[in-house]
């Protein structure tokens, strides 16, 4: 089965770059979303389709899909971003694959 | 505007059976892919089960002992859980998805509902 793989914790000082990547084979040829969670709520949409941004997400957070690796990158991280952030792509044969889970930390 | 509840969680002995229910507003559940997606006290996310316009898929953690379905009436979805386990406790969240080009992501969270399993 696919894999998804992410690394456990990205921390970052405020107004600098957090980048969280989520390897997997050949993960440019498909679609990556991205999730946030923040502690004990549901998780929220902030990246679909590689680098689309929902309605209402702020333009710090992009994302890019290419060879065996899709990457979030949050510019000038605020306090607010310190969450837990899931990739997740769909596979047609056996439904949905989540990312182990990425804890940003702001320091 | 859409809204997602989930209802049916709570405390259960192992071995028993449990039927988490999902009431949808906004969209017909006929029309959407519907997942159930669990995470256990302090793990990731896992998904567990999707329903599609006919087929249903399972991960393999509850393949052959939960059920995902749907009640077109009530606008309803569910998820029948056989034979629990300790390791099922966990949240349970209801989702649906958007699909576009092949791929689908969740677009629509529920709040999400305790199960409980332990003697």
């Known amino acids: 089965s696919y894999v998804l793989t992410q690394p456990p914790s990205v921390s970052v000082a405020p107004g600098k770059t957090a980048t969280i990547s989520c390897g997997g084979k050949?993960?440019?040829?498909?679609?990556v979303h991205w999730y946030q969670q923040k502690p004990g709520q549901a998780p929220v949409l902030v990246i679909h389709?590689?680098?689309d941004r929902p309605s209402g997400i702020p333009p710090r957070l992009s994302g890019s899909n290419s060879g065996n690796t899709a990457t979030l990158t949050i510019s000038r991280v605020e306090a607010g971003d310190e969450a837990d952030y899931y990739c997740?792509?769909?596979?047609?044969?056996?439904?949905?694959?989540f990312g182990g889970g990425t804890k940003l930390t702001v320091l | 505007e859409v809204q997602l509840g989930e209802t049916g969680g709570g405390l259960i002995q192992p071995g028993g059976s449990m039927r988490l229910s999902c009431a949808v507003a906004?969209?017909?559940?006929?029309?959407?892919?519907m997942s159930w997606v669990r995470q256990a006290p302090g793990k990731g996310l896992e998904w567990i089960s999707v329903i599609l316009r006919g087929d249903t898929y399972y991960g393999d953690s509850v393949k052959g002992r939960f059920t995902i379905s749907r009640d077109s009436s009530k606008n309803t979805v569910y998820l029948q859980m056989n034979s629990l386990k300790v390791a099922d406790t966990a949240v349970y969240y209801c989702?649906?998805?958007?699909?576009?080009?092949?791929?689908?992501?969740?677009?629509?969270w529920g709040r999400g509902t305790l199960v409980t399993v332990s003697s």
């Open positions: 389709s590689d680098s």
């Open positions: 050949n993960i440019g040829t498909k679609g």
């Open positions: 906004g969209f017909p559940v006929s029309d959407n892919y």
């Open positions: 989702a649906s998805h958007y699909c576009s080009s092949g791929s689908c992501y969740i677009d629509y």
């Open positions: 997740q792509v769909w596979d047609s044969g056996s439904g949905v694959i």
